[in-house]
């Protein structure tokens, strides 16, 4: 009886060791490993041959993820310009190109991302932005290109509740003093629109009430 169970256990580990060798095969003949090892050439002759740009890997990665976590342009150019989504997120945690851009600190592919139409806006699993990512690493620049290219992200919470601007390191000051000037334009900016609102509405009722007079 033991012996069964130990020849049983025995195998499932075997199974178990067979079926990651394969899968590091596939990942190492694959698209996966040469966006991250930056095999510009192999990746062409995997794409003419009708590699999907947008594969994900066994862990759910795509190619676009890896040459952005590396900080790999030229195979981020490549893989756009032969249909990659800008946008994909992965299987499980459900993060873009961009978050992994952002929270790597790769500030001129960040550029370049939003450049080609990334979304800032999106969520990941855990709900973070990539505003989110950069600003737990205190990445201050990437920061700045996040906000600058929609400034309405950095309202949005994580399934904390939690903003990006919360999230900042202590010893990241001038981070932090960037969200406290970022917050305070946006409330001098509301009270400006309210007020040019309330001016539009009295001059128009103004405006009416002179007709009416006119009329009568």
């Known amino acids: ?22 899968s590091e095969l596939d990942f190492e003949r694959g698209i996966w490993s040469a966006a991250l090892n930056g095999e510009t050439k192999r990746i062409e002759k995997l794409l003419a041959k009708g590699t999907d740009p947008n594969a994900l890997d066994t862990s759910g990665y795509t190619a676009l993820h890896y040459a952005c976590r590396n900080n790999n342009e030229d195979i981020a150019t490549l893989l756009l310009s032969h249909g990659a989504d800008i946008n994909i997120t992965t299987r499980s945690g459900g993060a873009s190109p961009l978050h992994r851009a952002a929270y790597m600190g790769h500030v001129r592919l960040t550029k370049f991302l939003l450049n080609k139409g990334a979304n800032p806006s999106l969520q990941d699993t855990d709900g973070k932005t990539a505003l989110h990512k950069a600003s737990e690493k205190g990445w201050t620049e990437i ?34 003093n960037s969200y406290h000037i970022q917050l305070n334009l946006c409330v001098v900016i509301d009270w400006i629109m309210f007020d040019v609102t309330v001016i539009a509405v009295w001059f128009r009722l103004g405006r009416n009430g002179c007709n009416r007079t006119s009329s009568s």
Do not use: F, I
Not at 12 to 20: M, P, R
């Open 1 to 22: 009886m033991d012996h069964k169970h130990s020849s049983s256990c025995h195998c499932a580990v075997k199974q178990t060791s067979v079926n990651q060798t394969l």
């Open 143 to 176: 920061c700045r290109l996040l906000y600058e290219a929609d400034p309405s992200v950095s309202h949005l919470r994580d399934t904390r509740g939690m903003t990006a601007a919360e999230l900042v390191p202590a010893d990241n000051p001038e981070l932090k």
